[in-house]
T-cell receptor, first 113, second 113 residues
Framework: GESVGLHLPTLSVQEGDNSIINCAYSNSASDYFIWYKQESGKGPQFIIDIRSNMDKRQGQRVTVLLNKTVKHLSLQIAATQPGDSAVYFC????????????FGGGTRLMVKP | DGGITQSPKYLFRKEGQNVTLSCEQN?????MYWYRQDPGQGLRLIYY???????QKGDIAEGYSVSREKKESFPLTVTSAQKNPTAFYLC????????????FGDGTRLSIL
């Protein structure tokens, strides 16, 4: 399969545990944030998004937390499963004149059975 | 099913040759994007188009060209001027306007012979 990142930070968790993936963003003016999941050989898959007027948003088994004070974003995955193993990217919208995204470098999540 | 189709999955380029990567979407999205992904790095924007017959350079446009003659299609040409073309290329699309998630195809892996 395609290697999307050879030297990424890696988070290793036991199946069934909760996972927390963190992201520090750069632009205090950013007002929209997205988490993507990328499996080997595939394109990024949208997981969840959040706007800056919120500090928490929940989806199915996932929660995104936004702390604008310290420019920090986190993705929490409940009851992590082997199928959650992938690289996770955060992205921020940095240009309100369009829909441009700036992507973080990614974190590899490895789920141990 | 609606989605974004990139072809081919793998592509090989000889020295001095131009190659064109295809991206087609049937999501009725106005905006389309091309990114380059290298190991250990996040996605970098090559070109984007917010509407038919209009496109703008991204952060790393040198050595690349695009066209947007149809809403559904946004082909990327990697020219011989791009001296380091080996990478994973990702196409995305989104609704027009602000703060819309981008949805990705499954990429084209370009290598040099």
């Amino acid at each position: 399969g395609e290697s999307v990142g050879l030297h990424l930070p890696t988070l290793s968790v036991q199946e069934g545990d909760n996972s927390i993936i963190n992201c520090a963003y750069s632009n205090s003016a950013s007002d929209y944030f997205i988490w993507y999941k990328q499996e080997s050989g595939k394109g990024p898959q949208f997981i969840i998004d959040i706007r800056s007027n919120m500090d928490k948003r929940q989806g199915q088994r996932v929660t995104v937390l936004l702390n604008k004070t310290v420019k920090h974003l986190s993705l929490q995955i409940a009851a992590t499963q082997p199928g959650d193993s992938a690289v996770y990217f955060c992205a921020e919208n940095y240009n309100n004149a369009g829909n441009m995204l700036t992507f973080g470098g990614g974190t590899r999540l490895m789920v141990k059975p | 099913d609606g989605g974004i189709t990139q072809s081919p999955k793998y592509l090989f380029r000889k020295e001095g040759q131009n190659v064109t990567l295809s991206c087609e979407q049937n999501l009725n999205h106005d905006a389309m994007y091309w990114y380059r992904q290298d190991p250990g790095q996040g996605l970098r924007l090559i070109y984007y188009s917010q509407i038919v017959n209009d496109f703008q350079k991204g952060d790393i446009a040198e050595g690349y060209s695009v066209s947007r003659e149809k809403k559904e299609s946004f082909p990327l040409t990697v020219t011989s001027a791009q001296k380091n073309p080996t990478a994973f290329y990702l196409c995305a699309s989104s609704l027009g306007g602000f703060n819309q998630p981008q949805h990705f195809g499954d990429g084209t892996r370009l290598s040099i012979l």
